[in-house]
């Protein structure tokens, strides 16, 4: 058979003339030029994005009947111009999104990622790497290792923990309840705790893994919006005496509504006496623990058998990247080792772990690599200030709505988020017309300000919210975006 140069200069002279021209060829291929002209194409298109990102809105999007018009369609049976495709999409599919990236972006948990990152991802995708096994991706994989072992060190976990990465909180949350049902020896009657303020993914997780939804116990918060650690006892203990078997509890380390941290040591001294696991769903607020504030106020995390993190989130990165550390490696592989005849000429030996025998993947995108490149490039440093910047940010709003006499603060600021409401002090309004007033608030910063806020319901209460996570964002864009509210707040009360 021909060597691998043989076979390209075949495919080269097989081209037509009119391919040569364009550079396309009658097949999948392009020609390197066409390759480098599209790719500083697109770095000129994404650079432009991000330099006038800051005078754009937050938002912008269409109702799906205008947006089949423009793309609803069969596939050309013959190509176009590469660069026409590129400028087509980036015209007509990707500006009709939330700007997750904005600076005045403080609605659900938004995402800023840092330029290696972005180009860390493309050369992944270049290099089509899969860390599936040590043989088909070592170097990838011992780079994974790596990352995971700075964050193992950033948790204060022990040597004899391990991990992975995740597409996010759902797989991290899904992986985790696994191991922690495999641990507990996948008993009949199942039983899950989580806080009535714990995201949907742990819901979900624990109902794929088989347990029932009435075995999934919502543990009522207390007024910081922590989970009641009397209740959860107290849960714990009737369902014990029912014949239940709890398998793991979740605990909040930043929950997405209202920021709060749940009290993780009490928590881990509970399920340390009960011989439940202790999942610690960390994926908003856990790289808080880079910063000597965030370490204390996650103390405890440390004591958790499991903690999913999000780098797409509060390190940084592009989308995705989540994360999946537990404290003793081998429960995950316990979990998830799987021997497939197809992979077996892929078994390296000893001390060369296998990322697909620690969690349901097989094919896995090199996602290590983008905060690899981004802590490299700018030293931790530099994240350690942009950490603690979201959370001087939202002290500093916090106050500024303390001190209004429009804004009512709804909860403690925890971490990056900001809970409060239009209420003023000298009107005393019933909480139908006040929830009435700030969904119209919500509304009007929604479609007339630059500014993209979100709300959350915190008990009966409807409140809205920020989150300020982005490394771009001022004092100035957190101040006017507040501005804004109070002004539409007091037109709302004026009619």
């Known amino acids: 058979m021909p060597g691998d140069s043989e076979r390209s200069r075949a495919t080269r002279s097989a081209l037509t003339e009119s391919e040569k021209k364009s550079g396309v060829g009658g097949d999948l291929q392009m020609s390197p030029e066409l390759m480098r002209d599209l790719a500083r194409q697109a770095a000129e298109i994404l650079v ?164 029932r939804p009435e075995c999934i116990r919502m543990i009522p918060s207390d007024t910081r919006t922590r989970l009641d650690m009397a209740a959860l006892t107290r849960a714990v203990t009737a369902d014990r005496a029912a014949g239940f078997n709890p398998i793991a509890v979740c605990a909040n380390a930043g929950a997405a509504s209202t920021g709060a941290i749940d009290p993780l040591e009490a928590m881990a001294d509970f399920c340390e006496a009960e011989g439940i696991w202790l999942h610690v769903d960390a994926a908003y607020g856990g790289f808080a623990i880079v910063t000597e504030q965030g370490k204390a106020l996650l103390r405890g995390i440390e004591r958790a058998d499991s903690i999913g993190l999000d780098a797409h989130k509060w390190f940084f990165q592009p989308y995705e990247a989540g994360c999946l550390l537990v404290k003793d490696g081998r429960t995950l592989e316990n979990a998830f080792e799987v021997h497939h005849d197809v992979l077996q000429d892929t078994i390296w030996g000893a001390d060369h772990p296998n990322f697909a025998d620690r969690g349901m993947q097989l094919s896995r995108s090199l996602r290590a690599l983008k905060v690899w490149m981004s802590v490299q490039t700018f030293g931790m440093a530099a994240f350690r200030r942009a950490v603690l910047k979201g959370m001087e940010l939202a002290d500093r709003a916090g106050e500024y709505v303390r001190e209004s006499p429009t804004l009512e603060l709804l909860t403690p600021v925890s971490l990056g988020i900001v809970c409060f409401r239009i209420n003023p002090t000298d009107t005393d309004l019933d909480e139908k017309v006040l929830e009435e007033i700030n969904r119209k608030v919500l509304a009007r910063v929604f479609w007339e300000d630059r500014a993209l806020i979100s709300s959350t319901q915190i008990g009966k209460t409807f409140s809205l919210r920020l989150c300020i996570l982005n490394h771009t964002t001022t004092w100035d864009d957190v101040r006017e975006t507040l501005e804004a509210t109070e002004h539409f707040g007091r037109e709302a009360l004026s009619k």
Request: charged share 25%; with cysteine; glycine share 8%.
């Open 48 to 211: 432009e994005r991000i330099e006038r990102l800051p005078g754009d809105d937050a938002w912008e999007g269409d109702f799906r009947q205008g947006l089949e018009e423009q793309l609803l369609e069969d596939p050309p049976e013959d190509g176009r111009a590469a660069a026409e495709v590129l400028e087509q999409v980036t015209r007509e599919v990707l500006p009709f999104a939330t700007r997750l990236d904005h600076p005045r972006c403080f609605a659900f948990i938004p995402s800023s990622p840092t330029w290696p990152g972005i180009l860390a991802d493309f050369v992944a995708a270049g290099y089509n790497v899969n860390t599936v096994t040590w043989l088909v991706a070592s170097g990838p994989s011992q780079l994974e290792l790596v990352v995971i072992d700075w964050f193992r060190r950033w948790l204060d976990y022990p040597e004899s923990a391990g991990g992975l990465f995740t597409s996010g909180g759902s797989a991290a949350s899904l992986d985790a309840l696994v191991a922690a049902r495999e641990a507990a020896g996948h008993p009949e009657r199942a039983t899950v705790y989580m806080s009535d303020q714990s995201h949907s993914v742990l819901s979900r997780a624990a109902m794929i893994i088989g347990v």
